[in-house]
């Protein structure tokens, strides 16, 4: 299983961008990348998935790079309701299908 | 709303009591799951349920006992719990592609059990 790592904490101020970045070395061919968000006392919601390059929706971009070992979940124009904890997972649709969720990134935007 | 409900939404039981969780997806899902959140820790995954059939137990105490009478409903009994049980409990559905493709999970809002 692909371990990941991010930053426990960041600070960020109303309108600005964020990137948070993942680390997960050991990145299987077939895993892919996903991010979730999580405010207190809710369940995880889906944000973004990719495989590689970049991934753009509505709400983020995931920046993944050629060699997939880390990935960049970027946050444009944040807002207060946008505090919240981001979990990186890698996991791919073998037999395992273990979802190994990491202690996240606790994300505060500040006013 | 995610499609997935839960109930009750907060439980209290003490050590000796039998209680469930519910969990109803809305969303035609066919792979179900649990997972634990204890206050400042990561989702734990418990247990994994794809086309009704259990997948996965993540080496859960005998005291959680899951049950999914069909693609739409997860039960979490629950039965002679300690203290240390006491977290917010979350069920996630999602549609298995099986090795055809990877899937998101939809999250329920969470049951929060207080063990006293």
């Excluded at chain 1, 946050?75 to 505090?83: F, G, H, I, K, Y």
């Amino acid at each position: 299983l692909a371990k990941t790592t991010q930053p426990i904490s960041m600070d960020s101020y109303e309108g600005q961008e964020v990137n948070i970045t993942c680390s997960h070395n050991n990145i299987a061919t077939n895993d892919y990348i996903t991010w979730y968000q999580q405010f207190p006392s809710q369940g995880p919601r889906f944000i973004i998935q990719g495989y590689k390059t970049k991934v753009t929706n509505e709400v983020a971009s995931l920046f993944i790079p050629a060699d997939r070992k880390s990935s960049t979940l970027s946050l444009p124009r944040v807002s207060l309701s946008d505090t919240a904890v981001y979990y990186c997972l890698v996991f791919s649709s073998g037999s395992a299908r273990q979802l190994t969720f990491g202690s996240g990134t606790q994300l505060t935007v500040l006013p | 709303e995610t499609g997935v409900t839960q109930t009750p939404r907060h439980l209290v039981m003490g050590m000796t009591n039998k209680k469930s969780l519910k969990c109803e997806q809305h969303l035609g899902h066919n792979a179900m799951y649990w997972y634990k959140q204890s206050a400042k820790k990561p989702l734990e995954l418990m247990f994994v349920y794809n086309f009704k059939e259990q997948t996965e137990n993540n080496s859960v105490p005998s005291r959680f006992s899951p049950e999914c009478p069909n693609s739409s409903h997860l039960f979490l009994h629950l039965h002679t719990l300690q203290p240390e049980d006491s977290a917010l409990y979350l069920c996630a559905s999602s549609q298995d592609r099986g090795l055809a493709g990877v899937y998101e999970q939809y999250f329920g809002p969470g049951t929060r059990l207080t063990v006293t």
